[in-house]
């Protein structure tokens, strides 16, 4: 028989209610494989889901201010001149960047 790279078994049983939590814990958390689950709690205490769609837009919102602003900059180098509408729209795209940014720390305060 191959040699089982987790050898040492551990059995435990539950009640309908308490298998009917697990069962919701496992979905809430993303996770189809019991063992896994159960381990990752065990050793971890915790199982941790993130959605990072808010640091993914902030990160796009980055991207864009950087391209307008090397845009800007080289407008400025080529002209030695720079326009109130160059500097309203980085104000616009940094207060974007700003308003996702405190969304994403006030998520992260919470965990």
Not at 66 to 85: D, H, P, W, Y
């Amino acid at each position: 028989m191959k040699q089982r790279k987790r050898p040492i078994r551990v059995v435990f049983y539950l009640n309908e209610a308490e298998q009917s939590l697990l069962e919701a814990k496992m979905q809430a958390a993303n996770i189809q494989n019991r063992e896994a689950y159960i381990r990752k709690m065990v050793l971890d205490g915790y199982v941790l889901r993130l959605d990072f769609s808010d640091v993914k837009r902030m990160v796009f919102l980055l991207s864009n201010a950087t391209n307008n602003l090397n845009q800007i900059a080289k407008r400025v180098n080529e002209s030695g001149s720079m326009f109130a509408e160059d500097v309203r729209t980085l104000r616009e795209d940094y207060a974007q960047v700003w308003g996702v940014a405190k969304v994403v720390v006030k998520t992260l305060a919470r965990l």
